[in-house]
């Protein structure tokens, strides 16, 4: 058990440009969540999956984010023509009834 | 919906003293989790404490502990004799016991240690 796992640790790209993100969760938990996290501020919600299939979406997450969990495994997010205001931290958790586990995050710098 | 608040932005406690950090939160839910993690520089959220709404007595983890008045709904953190690695953002988070189980956040208070 070596933790979430968040690849890339950072990421810069221009506006405009698709990117994607991936979480390794441990390998036993059924849950896995997404959030993302502006300087200054806690996390925000983004979306939640119990084992693969994808059960809550905010409403922060528009029609360019997509998230997928392949066959109950790891997870990945992608963003589609990408804003400045997506510059941000994005953490994947994941975790049972007990408790959650954080990975390091991803931050997303866009230019 | 739920909605979590931390009324100090910042906060400062001298090596081995003693620092309570605030919590309020609300909701119609009567079941449901509290906790408390912190975010070092390095951005990793760790667990600090758990504390379950059906639990009349306070969650305590070694210099940790929480006052926790549900009818207030107040979920405090107490860190006693603080150490400088006790540095970091600390968050308030609450989460239903239905659902989803996603966790709401409050918006954090950066802890200083002085030596």
């Known amino acids: 058990d070596t933790g979430v796992s968040q690849n890339p640790r950072h990421k810069i790209t221009k506006r405009g440009q698709n990117v994607t993100f991936r979480c390794d969760p441990i390998?036993?938990?059924?849950?896995l969540y997404w959030y993302r996290q502006t300087l200054g501020q806690g996390p925000e919600f983004l979306t939640y999956?119990?084992?693969?299939?994808?059960?809550?979406k905010s409403r922060l997450l528009s029609d360019r984010f997509s998230a997928e969990r392949p066959k109950g495994s790891f997870s990945t997010l992608e963003i589609q023509r990408t804003e400045q205001g997506d510059s941000a931290m994005y953490l994947c958790?994941?975790?049972?009834?007990?408790?959650?586990?954080f990975g390091s995050g991803t931050r997303l710098t866009v230019v | 919906a739920q909605t979590v608040t931390q009324s100090q932005p910042e906060m400062s406690v001298q090596e081995a003293e003693t620092v309570t950090l605030s919590c309020t939160y609300d909701?119609?839910?009567?079941?449901?989790?509290l906790f408390w993690y912190k975010q070092p520089p390095s951005r990793q959220m760790i667990l600090v404490i758990r504390?379950?709404?059906?639990?009349?007595q306070n969650a305590t983890e070694n210099r940790f502990s929480v006052n926790f008045q549900k009818a207030a709904k107040s979920f405090s953190l107490k860190i006693s004799d603080s150490q400088l690695g006790d540095a970091a953002m600390y968050f308030c988070?609450?989460?239903?016991?239905?659902?989803?189980?996603?966790?709401?956040f409050g918006q954090g208070t950066r802890l200083t240690i002085n030596p």
């Open positions: 390998s036993e938990h059924n849950r």
């Open positions: 958790a994941s975790g049972t009834n007990y408790g959650y586990t």
């Open positions: 988070a609450y989460r239903g016991a239905q659902g989803a189980q996603k966790l709401v």
């Open positions: 909701t119609s839910e009567s079941d449901y989790y």
């Open positions: 999956f119990q084992n693969e299939a994808q059960l809550e």
């Open positions: 504390q379950e709404a059906y639990k009349q």
